[in-house]
């Protein structure tokens, strides 16, 4: 059992009313989720491409249409672009902008896993949820990122938690619950796409057939969820449809399949990529949900909702597994299944300070050893950057020049793996279950400071030297463009406006064409010797960091 004052001070917690506690939660996922996200560069490609949606939406007035370069761009709805203006709107177009709609939505996702917890199982459930969600890497980077998965998945999550409430609640409210459902599944279809209503039609397929359909459900949650998913979800693509842009929504479609058919930009890899992302990527949450799959709850409605949260892990986990393109954020839906699970564990353990199971107890420390290894490596590299800049083994050109960029690196960023190794030592030397909540907090700090002092200094050395040519250009009249390969950062940080003339993103006429402003063009060092062999009309300006910059000479 817990120590005395240990309980008393977890007594005190759990007395918070309702709303003290959502108030609370709230609080400090906005100050961890929000703070410090302008003081690095956005990354390409995801969170500048969505960036960039979001600010020209600003630039046309347009706010129906998605557009990229001033041209359709029919990837992805438009919902997290609406947010993301709404936020530029009221705090300018930048960084922190671009990734406040995520925080908030990290706070959000704390108030819903604790609502969720408590009303449902217990009030040490909910704050057990919470905060094991938000003490893994994975779910802290997304909440601190401009990247659509964290609201996309809070939506079918909700969705998910909705239509089991319209199935087993017994406040009466079945049409309610399924309205509810259908809308947040509809505003999932309108954050990234159909792949929200794939995801809940499995696991509810998937349940049914286990249940041998003896689920209390009838036709008014069948009707009621699918009025409003069609009216919320539907709406925009049928304005879009009736507004003559129907080739849109084709190529929306069409690049749906795709996606789940081939290696998107290249990204592939083996069949359990996701499951070593989220062993590695969420822990302690992945550590300790090893021990709650094992853990069965006792009550009808609470045991269909963990056999609803085992499907939604299972089928999202082959889901993503199967398909051909492997991005580590795919899998991110599963933190939501993953983290009950968790929850699940732990409280178990606060009521009978049971010990982790075999697989537990060689997991933990092997992922925590590996991590800081990791952790402690990052600084020292830092420190001896020569070693990788003079390495024989790494064939990549651009990649050693990227090492040439100018960083500090100091005995204080060995603080992240000091205060890894501490949570490591106390939980592996102090018996009960604050050895838990000690473990998550010294997670919760670490991860925040690798988020915060560390990813700036690894964006120095992958992008930075291009992105402050972007920004050089801002304010100066002329087209700026990467040369052989993809990009959106130009986009963005040279502020490009709505242009007039049709040419204004034809690479080939701005090159060997007669444009009608200068031309400035991008490439990595390993392509760029034969850029100038072959362009005679272009300068070189300089080279930096792998990247070298080219002026066209305005006589030629």
């Not at 980077?141 to 319209?166: E, H, M, Q, R, V």
């Not at 998107?264 to 021990?291: E, K, Q, R, W």
Request: proline share 3%.
């Amino acid at each position: 059992m817990v120590s005395e004052k240990f309980a008393e001070k977890m007594k005190h917690i759990l007395q918070l009313t309702y709303k003290q506690s959502v108030g609370l939660i709230g609080l400090i996922g906005l100050i961890i989720f929000a703070s410090f996200n302008g003081q690095s560069h956005l990354f390409d490609w995801d969170e500048i491409n969505f960036a960039e949606a979001a600010r020209e939406m600003i630039v046309t007035g347009n706010y129906s249409l998605v557009l990229i370069n001033y041209e359709p761009f029919w990837e992805k709805p438009p919902l997290f672009f609406w947010l993301q203006a709404l936020c530029m709107n009221l705090f300018g177009i930048n960084e922190f902008s671009a990734r406040l709609p995520n925080a908030i939505a990290g706070a959000l996702t704390g108030i819903t896993l604790y609502s969720i917890g408590r009303k449902n199982f217990s009030n040490s459930f909910g704050w057990l949820w919470a905060m094991v969600y938000c003490s893994a890497l994975l779910p802290i980077l997304y909440f601190k990122s401009g990247i659509i998965d964290p609201w996309f998945n809070l939506f079918i999550f909700y969705g998910t938690y909705a239509t089991w409430k319209a199935i087993y609640n017994s406040d009466g409210k079945h049409l309610l619950w399924s309205l509810i459902a259908g809308a947040s599944i509809g505003l999932g279809i309108m954050t990234k796409g159909p792949v929200a209503l794939l995801v809940i039609l499995m696991v509810f397929g998937v349940f049914y057939l286990w249940k041998r359909f003896k689920v209390p459900a009838n036709f008014s949650h069948f009707f009621g969820f699918t009025i409003s998913l069609f009216v919320v979800g539907g709406l925009w693509f049928f304005i879009e449809y009736i507004s003559g842009r129907g080739y849109i929504i084709e190529d929306f479609i069409e690049y749906q399949i795709r996606l789940m058919q081939t290696q998107d930009a290249g990204h592939g890899g083996p069949f359990y990529y996701h499951f070593i992302v989220l062993l590695i990527g969420c822990f302690p949450m992945s550590i300790f949900a090893l021990g709650g799959f094992t853990i069965q709850q006792d009550k009808g409605a609470q045991k269909e909702f963990q056999r609803i949260m085992l499907l939604l892990f299972a089928l999202v986990l082959l889901l993503f597994s199967v398909v051909n393109t492997k991005i580590i954020h795919y899998s991110s839906l599963c933190y939501f299944p993953l983290s009950f699970f968790a929850a699940n564990f732990l409280n178990a353990q606060l009521n009978t300070n049971d010990k982790e199971n075999t697989i537990q107890k060689i997991t933990l420390p092997l992922i925590g050893g590996l991590l800081l290894i990791v952790f402690f490596a990052l600084p020292f590299i830092g420190n001896h950057i020569d070693v990788l800049r003079d390495a024989t083994w790494i064939k990549d050109d651009f990649a050693k020049a990227n090492f040439e960029a100018e960083n500090t690196w100091s005995a204080l960023d060995y603080l992240l793996p000091l205060i890894f190794a501490t949570g490591l030592f106390l939980f592996f030397s102090i018996n009960g279950f604050r050895r838990y909540l000690y473990f998550m907090a010294a997670m919760l700090v670490s991860y925040f400071i690798i988020l915060t002092a560390f990813v700036p200094k690894i964006e120095a050395y992958t992008q930075r030297a291009a992105i402050e040519f972007y920004e050089s250009k801002a304010n100066e009249d002329c087209y700026v463009t990467p040369v052989n390969y993809k990009s959106y950062a130009h986009l963005f940080y040279t502020q490009k406006p709505n242009q007039q003339n049709e040419n204004h993103s034809n690479s080939s006429w701005l090159i060997n064409g007669k444009p009608d402003k200068p031309v400035y063009c991008v490439l990595k060092i390993t392509s760029s010797d034969e850029f100038a062999e072959k362009n005679t009309q272009f300068k070189l300006l300089y080279k930096k960091n792998g990247f070298a910059f080219f002026e066209k000479i305005q006589n030629k």
